[in-house]
RNA sequence: GCUCCCUUCGUCUAGCGGUUAGGACGCUGCCCUCUCACGGCGGUAACAGGGGUUCGAAUCCCCUAGGGAGUACCA
């Protein structure tokens, strides 16, 4: 048999951190067994449904880079279909028409709730013979009354529901949409789906889904129910913990790798690894292994995992990563460095491509000012004619490079009896406007030879001016 | 209310009858060091509670508590 998940989100919202992990799951099983992912739209519900969130849908999909074999299909494209379906279960009395009313299903409720029942839909229509004239009329499926269905999930285990706990639900609404539970089967059975893969929420919804299978005559695919993702606080994830819009996390400047491996440890482990190539997710996964207990999003691991994921990443990868980056900055990387060598310069230090930017900036970008503090601290008279020194070194080099700066640096601080750090914090303030950088003969440069002149020249300028505000 | 699911450090997790209960994030001490990082070596901190079963329970069973989901002409 032939492994065919799919991740079939409803665009009444955007595609968030839940959802993508569902949609991740599916999509390493179905890779992981040389599968089929398929991706479906449910849009039933036409009032909430918005294109908007379709694209938010396909565009974060195709970011993350959880690609369908087929789809993305459309629900509201396939009423014919359920319409048909419909008919056929009401010529079969596998179905039939309900008409009552909102009031009379509001009264119904409440006397259930007076009396401690089970707020359930209690049937009346089900005998109804004449073909009641009057109003709208939904189409209710009968639902076997009494007997059990067994779900053997593949992560909860053996759960069983007692049909009498179900009631005829309704599968067409009074304006012949189909409704949730109906249009899913129909889909899973057509598009041949195997293994349904989805939130823990659904789990109530499967005995209902597998007695319509059963009445469609088809064999129920494999169930596993994925634990839910909580928010921080252990409440359910909301737009203050990490319900956002994924592609929120593209701009705030983490790789998609990352948000996937941060994900797949939620409910899903190998051992003590937490750092996981795309590759080594779908080799090691089986949706045998999830366990099942909720767990919290924890954004301060997901900044970990993505600052792993750029320390480890070709440097070519994050060159084209981090081009939107600029463009969000306001800088144009033509104006200074290749971004390989910054992306080499700065992975170390930046947890995010936006922080790499931001801290890279002076590389692209004159600065108006130096840090007060640090050139209070390191731009010292005694510090002038080191300065001056290894001014004319770089003027003078041959080859800027790494190397042949880092040499000269070497050569001026020895020859003024200095260490490394005496001369190479005033040069790093002195060229970066900061006291933060990576190695001082990267930083250099990465800088370059033009705008490390000037800076050197700078901030020897500034030291002269303060040795003489001193003398005077 | 009813039905279903869940419960190991603050968080993510390992464990699948016998372990000093392991790892990771975070926090923290030390080392490395031209700054900041990265990295290395330590530290902090957990089996929700109560009953069983067993020679022996984090592991199996029951109860309680707590959390979650569903109970729609939403998905």
């Given at each position: 048999m032939t492994v065919r998940t799919r991740f079939a989100p409803s665009p009444t919202g955007v595609l968030h951190l839940g959802s993508v992990r569902t949609a991740l799951f599916c999509w390493l099983y179905a890779r992981h067994c040389g599968g089929q992912f398929v991706l479906r739209i449910e849009d039933t519900d036409r009032q909430r449904s918005t294109p908007e969130n379709v694209d938010a849908i396909v565009d974060g999909m195709a970011w993350l880079g959880l690609d369908a074999d087929e789809g993305p299909f459309f629900q509201?494209?396939?009423?014919?279909?359920?319409?048909?379906?419909?008919?056929?279960?009401?010529?079969?009395?596998?179905?039939?028409?309900?008409?009552?009313?909102?009031?009379?299903?509001?009264?119904?409720?409440?006397?259930?709730?007076?009396?401690?029942?089970?707020?359930?839909?209690?049937?009346?229509?089900?005998?109804r013979s004449e073909p009641c004239k009057a109003g709208d009329s939904v189409v209710r499926f009968k639902n076997p009354l009494d007997g059990d269905v067994v779900v053997d999930d593949l992560v909860r285990g053996r759960v069983v529901f007692s049909n009498a706990e179900l009631d005829d639900l309704v599968i067409a609404r009074s304006d012949g949409t189909p409704t949730y539970n109906f249009s899913v089967i129909v889909d899973d059975h057509d598009m041949k789906i195997s293994h349904v893969i989805r939130g823990d929420d659904h789990l109530n919804n499967t005995p209902r889904q597998m007695n319509l299978l059963a009445a469609l005559g088809a064999p129920p695919p494999a169930y596993a129910h994925l634990p839910m993702i909580l928010g921080a606080d252990g409440a359910k994830l909301s737009k203050r913990h990490g319900a956002v819009d994924i592609r929120d996390y593209r701009e705030q400047g983490y790789l998609p790798e990352a948000v996937l491996n941060y994900l797949v440890r939620l409910g899903w482990s190998h051992g003590d690894q937490e750092v996981f190539s795309i590759e080594e997710m779908i080799r090691l996964f089986d949706v045998a292994d999830v366990n099942q207990s909720a767990s919290s999003f924890n954004p301060e691991k997901l900044l970990w995992l993505n600052q792993q994921h750029i320390i480890s990443a070709p440097a070519t990868r994050l060159s084209e990563a981090l081009i939107t980056h600029f463009?969000?900055?306001?800088?144009?990387?033509?104006?200074?460095?290749?971004?390989?060598?910054?992306?080499?310069?700065?992975?170390?230090?930046?947890?995010?491509?936006?922080?790499?930017?931001?801290?890279?900036?002076?590389?692209?970008?004159?600065?108006?000012?130096?840090?007060?503090?640090?050139?209070?601290?390191?731009?010292?008279?005694?510090?002038?004619?080191?300065?001056?020194?290894?001014?004319?070194?770089?003027?003078?080099?041959?080859?800027?490079?790494?190397?042949?700066?880092?040499?000269?640096?070497?050569?001026?601080?020895?020859?003024?009896?200095?260490?490394?750090?005496?001369?190479?914090?005033?040069?790093?303030?002195?060229?970066?406007?900061?006291?933060?950088?990576?190695?001082?003969?990267?930083?250099?440069?990465?800088?370059?030879?033009?705008?490390?002149?000037?800076?050197l020249d700078k901030g020897i300028r500034l030291i002269e001016a303060r040795a003489q505000a001193h003398e005077n």
């Open positions: 509201t494209e396939r009423f014919d279909r359920y319409r048909a379906i419909t008919e056929q279960w009401l010529d079969e009395g596998k179905a039939y028409r309900c008409y009552c009313t909102k009031e009379e299903l509001d009264e119904l409720r409440a006397g259930q709730k007076e009396r401690g029942e089970k707020m359930r839909y209690d049937g009346r229509c089900r005998q463009e969000q900055a306001g800088l144009a990387p033509q104006d200074g460095p290749d971004l390989k060598d910054l992306a080499d310069g700065f992975r170390e230090r930046a947890e995010t491509l936006t922080q790499m930017v931001s801290n890279a900036r002076y590389c692209y970008e004159d600065f108006d000012e130096i840090d007060p503090k640090g050139a209070k601290k390191n731009l010292r008279p005694v510090i002038l004619e080191p300065l001056k020194a290894v001014r004319e070194r770089f003027a003078s080099l041959s080859e800027w490079s790494k190397e042949a700066i880092g040499q000269s640096i070497e050569e001026v601080a020895a020859s003024f009896g200095l260490n490394m750090g005496k001369l190479g914090q005033p040069i790093r303030v002195a060229v970066t406007g900061g006291t933060v950088s990576p190695p001082i003969d990267v930083t250099v440069s990465l800088v370059g030879r033009e705008r490390t002149l000037e800076r």
